[in-house]
């Protein structure tokens, strides 16, 4: 199977690439600079030249792949617009495919509601994204239409990793001797995902025959940053303190792309193992930490 994938150096994709070249399928990847291109080699992928502002330059080629994985984003302002024109720019150029081409393409955690500890998202729960996310749902909504595309969509948990995400922040913060910052409280839920377990959530979707696919990724369903900060401190044998802060002064909620982490969220993590057979192997708190911390 050849897969082309966008945003493959940033922290998914990357992780996505290592998983699928692993799994012995040849992996292209959408590079904007040499640096890209030398990144993507590194991880066993070829480097096609082309940048998400200008689809022209590579929706044909990611077209005749077997599948495209779309991970990339620009998170400038322009986020939004270069999403939905170079999602429409691919779904055209398939459109004279003999088979739809199977695309998996990147939702997130923060395109549902805040829930607490009353409710669980679920796939089914109605979309109510957070104002810098809210192209996603309408990328959504334009490639779910025709039968142009075999569409998955994997709504990732916060992801982490030994380099990003709330743990290894969590770990920085204390290992510097201070206080860990957030938009959240000590009592916000954060679902979570360990990036090596998102991405075979990815690998299994591209395999997955259904023709529409919704997954949430995550193998926690919700822990409190109070919690999470505590287990974190034991782990290293330091008290890690947890201050709220607001957003940025004069932020717009178009792009406040850190709001999310205040939304408190718990999430039904069963359908996604039940539908594909994905079995993450970082499955507790204690496992998650325990594996970023080696």
Same mark, same amino acid.
């Given at each position: ?37 030398? &990144? ?54 398939? &459109? ?199």
């Amino acid at each position: 199977m050849d897969v082309f994938v966008t945003g493959g150096t940033g922290g998914i994709g990357s992780a996505v690439v290592r998983k699928l070249v692993s799994g012995g399928a040849t992996v292209i990847g959408l590079a904007r600079s040499e640096g890209s291109a030398a &990144r993507l080699r590194q991880l066993g992928a070829n480097a096609y030249p082309g940048d998400l502002r200008n689809p022209d330059s590579w929706v044909s080629r990611a077209a005749a792949c077997d599948a495209v994985i779309h991970t990339g984003a620009t998170f400038s302002e322009d986020m939004g617009r270069v999403d939905r024109q170079s999602m429409l720019a691919l779904k055209q150029a398939a &459109r004279h495919r003999q088979q739809p081409l199977k695309v998996v393409y990147t939702g997130g955690i923060w395109l549902f509601p805040a829930t607490g500890n009353t409710t669980k998202i679920t796939e089914k729960t109605p979309f109510a994204p957070l104002p810098a996310f809210r192209f996603m749902t309408e990328t959504i909504r334009t490639l779910s239409h025709g039968t142009d595309l075999n569409l998955a969509v994997v709504h990732p948990a916060l992801a982490c990793s030994r380099d990003s995400g709330p743990i290894a922040d969590m770990t920085r913060a204390l290992k510097a001797g201070q206080p860990f910052e957030t938009r959240a409280t000590a009592e916000t839920l954060w679902p979570l995902v360990e990036i090596e377990d998102l991405a075979a959530l990815y690998a299994v979707a591209l395999k997955h025959a259904r023709f529409r696919l919704s997954l949430i990724a995550s193998s926690i369903s919700g822990i409190s940053v109070g919690h999470l900060a505590a287990h974190i401190s034991a782990r290293h044998g330091h008290p890690l303190d947890v201050v709220t802060i607001g957003p940025p002064e004069g932020a717009d909620p178009d792009t406040d792309w850190s709001a999310g982490y205040a939304l408190s969220q718990s999430v039904d993590t069963a359908h996604a193992q039940r539908v594909t057979g994905w079995q993450p192997e970082q499955s507790t708190v204690e496992d998650l930490i325990v594996s970023l911390s080696r």
